[in-house]
């Protein structure tokens, strides 16, 4: 069976190792450098499979050395936001956080593939490949595949349609400079345009945009959980079972929309090599600004890591 590691036992990486053991999808290694935690939790889970029905193994631990000849790491460690905190304030402590953890991983699992979940994420998944060296395909962010399902979900919520009815897409930054693709957003094939009104529209893409901060703002002490472990479970899914799935994903793009030197929120086709394919989508004027717009946001956070020194 292939081996999963979950970097940070907090709200995500927990739920993430849960669903990946539930889904008997791989054996996890749940890493954290809280003493104690990530081996209780492990071991809670370990304890739910009789019940559950899983075969899948998972180990806690502090130890780096116990992540050695993962096929895949799944980065979640990171300080969350709270109310009034921008992604872009995270960037320093986050930062040295992936930079630590692209030290073991560059040793022990050279052939992995690695998919970010850390915020700043297209920043975050930027400094990752920088500091492993891997072929850019096998650094992967996730954040297209969140920010599309909570779009999908506020259509479904409009409409009073199934989830599993509606399909959209969300290009760019995982932050307030998203860009929700009306053109590419479908229930059972239909345009949403041809559904709701352009205020309707408008209202889910702006909810979209702020989906994130909307629970931040509810919770009070701590961030989204559920919907982000079950976004990059669904990319776990693709790339170890070699699905091929078109997902939204932050891929590295080279000339691809325009853009060059940098991780964004592009359409993908993801399997066992990683980001197999980008698909390049027709977008229209309005589009393509905003797309502009949202790379323009992660360059400015690329300078302040090069300012801190952090990226070079």
Known sequence: MAKVTVVGSGFVGMTTAQRIVEDNLADVCLIDIVEGKPQGIALDLMQSGPVRGYSSRIVGTND?????????????????????????????????????????????????????????????????RAMLGFPAERVIGMAGVLDSARFRAFIAMELGVSFECVHAMVLGGHGDSMVPVPKYATVSGISIEELMTQEQIQRLSDRTRNGGAEIVNLLKT??????????????AHSVLRDQKRLLPCAAYLTGQYGLNDIYMGVPCVLGSKGVERIIELKLNEADRASLQKSADAIRKDLDVLRKQGLLK
């Open 64 to 128: 780096p050395k116990a992540t050695y000849g993962s096929d895949l790491v799944i980065v979640t460690a990171g300080l969350p936001r709270k109310p009034g905190m921008d992604r872009s304030d995270l960037l320093g402590v986050n930062g040295k956080i992936v930079q630590a953890v692209a030290d073991y991983v560059k040793v022990g699992s050279p052939n992995a593939t690695v998919l970010v979940v850390t915020n700043p994420l297209d920043t975050m998944v930027y400094l990752m």
């Open 222 to 235: 701590g961030s989204a959980y559920y919907a982000p472990a079950a976004s990059v479970v669904e990319m």
